[in-house]
């Protein structure tokens, strides 16, 4: 069946209605996902506004069980069929399969790097004072910034990405370490100070990638074929393979495991590492890839050989890991 075939049969559906938390990011990203639908489909969309508790409670994300808190919510309004579809940053979308529920398409992934917010433009990692106060929510991060600084101090921060540059500006914190792309989406990118390399400093998996959820019964039916027009190959395959790996170490969104995928399709590089608390250990596994990893036995196969690696390696001595114990 042609492009155009299923573009037509996707404008079954009158109109679509897509659940979005109701931060500045969320709504930007799932503006930018509708938009995409409709340029494709001509269906218009219609943003449903849902409330998670990761809007509402105050605690530590990693005490509250990492981001995943977000996508609970969105979730079980897709399934009550409160909207067709809902818009999850990957990074914060937990690996474990949620029943009746799948990933209809990953649009074209936005920067995968971390970056370091300060005072200016060019505040760099290096250049900050003995002991100053970095602020980030996230265990990886944590270990990654003391593995280079360990003369630094770390505290969590909370809230979007507006009151965590407030924070910053106030003085509670001297720099803070962010997703780049959550910044470019919104623009305030004019904040970005260092930007980190993926070799050195890999990310969540699924950094910088959006996951469109739908309900399985309709992935076969209109909604699920409006949605497959806006999927990108590449950035699907890749954030899935980082996922995969995640999944296998039973790691969860917010432990402290860096992935990533890099470079051009023909010379892509996988970068796996796990890191001890504080940052003083890690264990690393990399690979060339050559396929391009559309199946999901090509990513569960370079997934394992991954996870063996790192689990060699002693990953399961120095990070909270649950299913590898051996």
């Not at 969590?156 to 507006?162: K, V």
Request: glycine fraction near 10%; charge should be negative.
């Amino acid at each position: 069946m042609t492009a155009g075939t299923h573009a037509a049969d996707a404008t079954d559906v009158p109109v679509l209605r897509l659940g979005t938390r109701a931060s500045l990011l969320a709504t930007t990203q799932s503006r930018h996902v509708a938009d995409a639908i409709t340029d494709a489909t001509g269906i218009p969309v219609e943003l449903v506004e849902i409330t998670t508790d990761g809007d509402v409670l105050t605690g530590s994300l990693a005490q509250m069980g990492g981001t995943g808190v977000f996508a609970t919510a969105l979730r079980e309004a897709l399934l009550r069929g409160d909207c067709d579809l809902v818009v999850h940053s990957m990074k914060d979308l937990p690996t474990a399969p949620y029943p009746g529920l799948t990933i209809g398409a990953v649009p074209p992934r936005a920067p995968q790097r971390d970056v370091l917010c300060g005072p200016t433009a060019q505040t760099t990692l290096d250049g900050l004072p003995e002991g100053a106060v970095i602020g980030t929510g996230s265990p990886r991060r944590v270990a990654q910034v003391l593995r280079r600084r360990p003369d630094l101090r770390v505290r969590d921060i909370r809230g979007n990405i507006d009151t965590r540059l407030r924070k910053m500006r106030d003085g509670d914190y001297d720099a803070i370490v962010l997703a780049e792309a959550g910044l470019r989406r919104i623009e305030r990118d004019g904040v970005i100070g260092e930007v980190f390399g993926l070799d050195r400093w890999p990310t969540s998996a699924g950094q910088g990638a959006l996951a469109v959820e739908i309900r399985t019964v309709d992935l076969d039916g209109p909604i699920g074929r409006a949605v497959a027009l806006i999927d990108d190959a590449e950035s699907s395959s890749r954030a899935l393979l980082e996922r995969a790996v995640l999944r296998r170490l039973e790691a969860g969104c917010a432990a402290p495991v860096g992935i990533s995928v890099t470079g051009l399709a023909a010379e892509s590089v996988f970068v796996a590492e796990v890191y001890a608390p504080g940052g003083d250990r890690t264990v690393r596994a990399q690979r060339a890839l050559r396929a391009d990893l559309t199946s999901e036995g090509e990513r569960e196969s370079v997934a394992a050989d991954v996870v063996a690696e790192l689990l060699d390696g002693g990953a399961a001595d120095i990070a909270d890991l649950p299913g590898t114990s051996r």
